[in-house]
């Protein structure tokens, strides 16, 4: 059963134009016309380029950035165009992981105050049951509950980020955005926080959007991958499916990135090296939005846009798809 359901979003942002004798306005056109689904208790892996969307679709998803255009229905509810008010009751049940740790926790309040916020916001617990509660959302988390009276400041990196997502499950959610939770902290903790947010998501039942750069990270905790390019998703696929044989260009290109520890095989490999710059958001290219920096590309690519196929395991984005 699907928990969310996204349907054609759009989000377009207004900029001011550059330069003193071009003050027009431009649109960004930052998430365009996606459409995903994500099942109760799956991980959905979010992967592209920086300034690709990834980041901008978790947070319309959560209604933070309201959409442009399109539909999102969580929980067999459409919430594409509830007010704040009405969205507060479904605040506990959809939560976000913030990218870094140092800027996500407000350094004047404590790890208690940090946590407690959302269960005092949402009544969810009574004066004297918080702190117990508190107490053991960071020990569930890893931290040291004795240190509920510390500041961010008083915790490393690794730690900060452990706060944050003991405050996003603090109202046990059905959903979390992960925003690149672990693109901020050194390798060796990389895979401590990846382990927790796997046992949480047994635990608990959630279902995440898992949004990254590092491919590898996302292969490990991921059950499905979404690849963006410039606003579109251009493939889906089961993640065993796609790192085996991925169909979409873009995407083997992404995964001829991955370093190979063995240096044999690394010398051996072929990576496809994308030509040329990525176009700008503002004035994205007609048909295929790949079709600028595509070894493939052929007159059908520069016109006419490709729709979302079965191909294989995958769904696809291309008029040309791998073999």
Known sequence: MNLLEIKNLTKEFSAPGSGIFNRKKKIVHAVSDVTLNLAEGETLGLVGESGCGKSTLGRTLLKLYEPTSGQIIFAG???THLSPREMKPLRSQMQIIFQDPYSSLNPRHTVGEIVGASLR???????????????????RVGLNPEHINRYPHEFS???RQRIGIARAIALRPKFIVCDEPVSALDVSIQAQVINLLDDLKRDFGLSYIFIAHNL?????????????????VVEVA?????????????????????????????????????????PSSTNPPSGCVFNTRCWKAQEKCRTLEPKLTKV???EVACHFPED
């Open 77 to 79: 509810q459409d919430i």
């Open 121 to 139: 916001i949402h009544r969810k617990s009574s004066k004297t049951s918080e702190k117990s509660e508190i107490k053991q959302l960071m020990e």
């Open 157 to 159: 990196g690794g730690q």
């Open 216 to 232: 590898s990270v996302v292969q490990h905790i991921s059950d499905r991958v979404a690849v963006m390019y410039l606003g579109k």
């Open 238 to 278: 089961r993640t065993q499916d796609l790192y085996a044989s991925s169909k979409h260009p873009y995407t083997r290109a992404l995964l001829s990135a991955i370093p190979v520890p063995d240096p044999e095989k690394e010398r051996s490999r072929k990576q496809i090296l994308l030509q040329g710059e990525i």
């Open 312 to 314: 294989g395991a995958s």
